[in-house]
């Protein structure tokens, strides 16, 4: 069998829709290649101004032509708010797409104690690091964007042995598996899209944490959500549905506890803090990262 490779270079902030995409028409997993020579135990970060190529691959056959345009689509659309390239294409053998798309994904610090690794890739972890395995070909949730990046950073700053967490569009669920690798007692993961609680699902078995999270398919509220229950909430979604949930953010977050509010644009902030805040949290501060932000709250 051969296969097509398509390519695309992009900002980081756009990998993940990128992915999705990707994920969605492509066969066989989502390669995601960033730049590397920098050393975060040195205290150095990725240079947000390079970008990072998403890979996929199609089997040629009568499918491909209707998934490449797919993609084509998906792309020309990202490329309206973002100066991505346009698709590089590459025919390849069966052979060379079995080891391909592994040359692109490799291991990402987030922080000094927070590193994601595919899960094919040998990685000796340090005595002080929490890594978390994830499957390429399940790329939504990656950590390269700014908000996935900014929570998990919170969360390593946050997070003590025994805390109970609930993430809210957990995704990927790469923020409760980070939280419960930081040592928290339980997370309680909500997500809407039932593909998404799939790949979660796999993810947490990947990292032999079923007993330390659930994932469950739904919305806030949630008849399992108790007032008071949380040490920390988190919600990496939007700001309309920041908005939406403010109360039952602060509802379910015990008093003195942390709420994590992130997936919103600089340009939106205002209605989630106004939100949360008349719901009965402080804003304790407001982290960004480009055109994003993350909101930091204590519940009173």
């Known amino acids: 069998m051969k296969w097509l490779q398509l390519s695309v ?7 993940e829709p990128l992915s999705q995409i990707f994920y969605r028409y492509g066969h066989g997993g ?3 290649e960033q730049p590397g020579g920098y050393n975060p135990d040195e205290g150095e970060t990725l240079d ?3 970008w990072v190529t998403v890979t996929t691959y199609l089997p040629i056959n009568d499918s491909t032509k209707e998934r490449r345009n797919h993609i084509d689509v998906g792309v020309r659309l990202v490329a309206h708010v973002s100066p991505v390239e346009g698709l590089e294409e590459r025919e390849i053998e069966e ?26 890739k040998e990685y000796t972890a340090k005595p002080h690091e929490a890594v978390i395995t994830l499957d390429p070909g399940m790329a939504f949730g990656t950590g390269h964007h700014p908000t996935t990046r900014m ?9 003590k042995p025994g805390m109970d967490l609930i993430d809210v569009g957990c995704g990927s669920s790469i923020l409760s598996i980070a939280a419960a690798k930081l040592g928290a007692r339980h997370v309680f993961g909500i997500e809407i899209d039932s593909v998404a609680v799939n790949v979660a699902k796999q993810n947490i078995r990947d990292n032999d944490l079923e007993h330390t999270i659930r994932p469950v398919q739904g ?3 949630h008849p399992d959500v108790m007032a008071d229950a949380y ?13 939406e949930i403010s109360s039952e953010l602060v509802r379910a977050t015990k008093p003195g506890g942390k709420i994590i509010a992130s997936g919103i644009l600089d340009e939106n902030k205002t209605g989630p803090i106004d939100a949360l805040t008349a719901a009965g949290a402080t804003l304790e501060s407001t982290l960004v990262d480009g ?7 204590t519940v009173s």
Do not use: G, Y
């Open 231 to 243: 040490d920390i909430a988190i919600a990496n979604i939007s700001a309309k549905i920041v908005i």
């Open 9 to 15: 270079s992009t900002p980081p902030e756009f990998v």
């Open 48 to 50: 947000p101004t390079q």
């Open 151 to 159: 929570c998990l950073e919170q969360l390593d700053k946050l997070v």
């Open 291 to 297: 055109d994003w932000v993350t909101l930091i709250c």
């Open 95 to 120: 052979e060379e797409w079995q080891d391909a798309w592994k040359e692109h994904f490799d291991v990402l610090h987030i922080t000094d104690r927070v590193v994601i690794a595919p899960s094919w």
């Open 219 to 221: 919305s806030l509220p």
């Open 30 to 32: 989502v390669a995601v």
